[in-house]
């Protein structure tokens, strides 16, 4: 099957500690993107990349990091800097990066501070 | 930043009434998409609108987007318990980066079976 693959699921952060986010696309799809999820906040854009090795700050990109080094993997680390990091993160990806283009979802992934 | 403003936050019914979200922006947008994302799921495309006034349907569901492409409603007539869930609108601003969706904060219907 076609799609996006997040892991994992659920993911905790100590103080101080550096996490990575994995997204993993296999519908050959040039842009990937990283939002944020809080309740009753809707998505908010961290990062996205148009193709491989280039990305672009999103509204709130301030304490995450990416890398595009691979057309298929697009991984997100939530850095010791950002503060308030609990959140459900969502990747997602689409065809091209021209904003008419359908954005295709992962099941996101559920970070928590311990 | 530009923002896309949904109402209601909440909405919710009973089985059988229709149910209407609204979207709107201060700039003219490019195209908007709407999404439907399941409790404790991910958003799913729904569809999209390109055209000054277009109306798409899709079975129960009727999209418009308005005729100064700064508005956009989502109408659900005879809702059913499947159609439980958050819809999100995102619109692409005109004269944006072209690579951007500014997503609303959603409508979260419930429907009473």
């Known amino acids: 099957d076609g799609g996006i693959t997040q892991s994992p699921k659920y993911l905790f952060r100590k103080e101080g500690q550096n996490v990575t986010l994995s997204c993993e696309q296999n519908?050959?799809?040039?842009?990937m993107y990283w939002y944020r999820q809080d309740p009753g906040q809707g998505l908010r854009l961290i990062y996205y990349?148009?193709?491989?090795?280039?990305?672009q700050k999103g509204d709130i990109a301030e304490g995450y990091s990416v890398s595009r080094e691979k057309k298929e993997s697009f991984p997100l680390t939530v850095t010791s800097a950002q503060k308030n990091p609990t959140a459900f993160y969502l990747c997602a990806s689409s065809r091209t990066g021209l904003s008419n283009q359908p954005q295709h979802f992962g099941d996101g992934t559920r970070l928590s501070i311990l | 930043g530009q923002q896309v403003m949904q109402i209601p936050q909440y909405q919710h019914v009973q089985e059988g009434e229709d149910f209407t979200t609204y979207c709107n922006s201060s700039?003219?947008?490019?195209?908007i998409q709407w999404y439907k994302q399941r409790p404790g799921g991910h958003p799913v495309f729904l569809i999209q609108l390109v055209k000054s006034g277009e109306v798409k349907k899709q079975k129960r569901l009727t999209f418009q987007f308005g005729e100064a492409k700064k508005n956009s409603s989502l109408h659900i007539t005879a809702t059913q318990t499947t159609d439980v869930g958050t819809y999100f609108c995102a619109g692409e601003h005109s004269g944006g980066s072209n690579y951007k969706l500014t997503f609303g904060k959603g409508t979260l219907l419930t429907v009473n079976p």
């Open positions: 700039t003219t947008l490019s195209n």
């Open positions: 519908l050959n799809h040039d842009a």
């Open positions: 990349s148009q193709i491989v090795n280039d990305f």
